[in-house]
């Protein structure tokens, strides 16, 4: 069974690579999570010339360890931008900083099987590095993201990534809190704010996506 489905999302992930590369990303993939590190420390991380990192929140990127090992490399400005117990005033202010570093690391709501990245932001940080500011991008992307188009990733990330990511965040209060499906609120917490779609990287290979063969993240 395990086997069988690795092999089907092997297949998937290598079709979605495929029509990733055609839109100037440049694309790897792992079996696990683990691995993505890995690539990330043996592939990517020692082909860059780099002084400072930073990273948007992603539950796929924290399952690989990299921040662990941003955080230890010495002479790596690591900006922090969720170090717990800061305050919210430090943690936008880092999150300002972040989109002039040199490598930002985030994931992505979405990934289409015709190569283009979808994304629902509240702040817009998360967008915000990945569309424009640091040099080189890593976003680290599980198997079920993937979907057929920006129709179906819009409609993924309505129904599903949107209302759990409110719901896993303690003591928010909007509509989809309650009832697990969007409303479209007018919170004034509400976390759908920005929508981005990158259809292509530009320059050529600025955005590096790590394609992770499990279930990752919402
Ligand atoms: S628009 Fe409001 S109700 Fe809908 S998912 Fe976003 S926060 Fe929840």
């Not at 040199?102 to 994931?107: A, N, P």
């Not at 976003?139 to 179906?152: H, L, S």
């Not at 303690?170 to 917490?189: A, H, L, N, R, Y």
Request: glycine share 6%.
């Amino acid at each position: 069974m395990a086997d069988f489905l690795h092999s089907f999302w092997q297949m998937r992930l290598e079709h979605c690579a495929e029509a990733l590369s055609e839109n100037n990303f440049s694309v790897y993939i792992a079996d696990s999570p683990s691995q993505a590190g890995e690539i990330f420390k043996g592939q990517i991380f020692t082909e860059m010339k780099i002084s400072s990192a930073s990273w948007g929140d992603s539950l796929s990127l924290k399952a690989t360890a990299i921040l662990d090992f941003l955080r230890a490399t010495p002479d790596l400005h690591f900006i922090d931008t969720f170090e717990p117990g800061i305050e919210r005033e430090e943690s936008m202010e880092r999150r300002r900083r972040a989109l002039l570093a040199d490598l930002f690391l985030t994931g992505s709501n979405a990934v289409t099987e015709d190569g283009c990245l979808v994304n629902l932001d509240m702040v817009g940080n998360r967008v915000g590095g990945l569309t424009f500011g640091p040099h080189h991008v890593v976003v680290v992307i599980g198997r079920n993201k993937i979907v057929e188009n920006v129709e179906a990733a819009v409609e993924r990330i309505r129904r599903l990534a949107a209302p759990l990511n409110a719901i896993r965040h303690e003591g928010w209060k909007m509509p989809c809190v309650k009832t697990s499906f969007c409303m479209d609120c007018k919170s004034p917490q509400r976390i759908c704010n920005t929508w981005t779609i990158t259809q292509k990287s530009y320059p050529k290979g600025r955005i590096k996506v790590i394609l992770v063969n499990e279930d990752l993240g919402l």
